[in-house]
């Protein structure tokens, strides 16, 4: 099972910046004469993070849970990942292991102004990649650092610096850094409106200059601050893992998936174009089996799965 995930990963990375026309049309196509447009069957995996599960004891019993609701996936906590139990979980249930969550990157950051705290920052993140790679998993995700630690521009070449000198170890072991679109005051204005662009979100990783750092794009995150649909048009070929949650501009506040006001109508036309086949990891209140169901469910709904 480990394998077969890693044996996909070179599918989703590859994927073009933008399809074909050919092939926008015929979906379009396809979701007109069914009532929807842009359906993303077949190129969704749907996992979740682990914290949500809340059903079972062990973690097999949590793995199997998660895959009778009708995930694909799970993400762990780099912290949380014994590699030998992990793998039995994944060899008895089929659920496999997509990515993970690094360790304590908020209080750990690649962006302190400490080099002390940044060496341990990294430490943590090569750390979290053998982790990764040892339960199967293609992704780590990443949070860069936090605008409170200098300007933007400390902050950028402090994590390009830090992030950088994992990157060989990410190549040889094949996993992805993914670097997450979080509330940390970097690469966006917090105090701005709903018409922000995403470009320093791409200057930011292009400044890596690197295949293996990527973006793990969360749909929810930033749908206060900007268009989803026209972010996910602009980062293209960067992103190849997807976070999705909901979230109501008028009640300031994320919702259960496709209970706010995100267009996804937009957001599936908008990974049609760039051709996105992938992992998309739900992150909202999890539960017991009926939640996990009632979440998978809203999923399918919000990709027209």
């Given at each position: ?17 933008v ?13 007109e ?14 996992t ?110 402090r ?70 649909g ?7 070929k ?10 109501s ?41 009926d ?15």
């Amino acid at each position: 099972m480990n394998h077969r995930a890693r044996r996909q990963f070179p599918q989703f990375a590859s994927a073009a910046p933008v399809a074909s026309v050919a092939a926008v049309s015929i979906a379009a196509s396809a979701g007109e004469t069914s009532g929807m447009i842009a359906p993303l069957k077949g190129r969704i995996y749907k996992t979740l993070k682990f914290a949500m599960i809340r059903e079972g004891g062990t973690l097999v019993e949590k793995f199997a849970a998660a895959r009778e609701a009708g995930f694909e996936g799970v993400e762990l906590r780099a912290t949380q990942i014994d590699p030998e139990k992990v793998n039995q979980a994944i060899a008895e249930t089929g659920l496999l292991v997509d990515g993970s969550l690094g360790f304590d990157s908020w209080k750990v950051r690649h962006s302190d102004p400490d080099p002390a705290v940044r060496a341990k920052a990294l430490e943590y993140l090569r750390t979290g990649l053998r982790q990764t790679h040892a339960v199967g998993g293609h992704s780590l995700l990443v949070v860069v650092g936090h605008g409170k630690d200098g300007t933007e521009s400390e902050v950028w070449k402090r994590s390009v610096d830090n992030i950088s000198k994992a990157i060989p170890l990410a190549a040889e072991l094949g996993v992805m850094l993914c670097i997450e679109n979080v509330w940390n005051d970097f690469c966006y204005d917090p105090n701005g409106g709903s018409n922000q662009k995403a470009d320093s979100f791409i200057r930011y990783v292009d400044a890596f200059r690197s295949p293996w750092v990527r973006m793990h794009f969360d749909i929810g995150n930033h749908w206060k601050f900007a268009s989803v649909g026209d972010w996910i048009r602009s980062l293209g070929k960067r992103i190849v893992k997807l976070d999705i949650k909901g979230f109501s501009r008028g009640k300031n506040s994320f919702t259960k998936i496709g209970a706010g006001d995100i267009d996804f109508t937009d957001v599936r036309k908008a990974l049609i174009e760039i051709d996105y086949h992938g992992w998309c990891a739900a992150e909202v209140k999890g539960g017991d089996l009926d939640r996990l169901k009632e979440i998978s469910r809203n999923m399918d709904r919000a990709f027209a799965l």
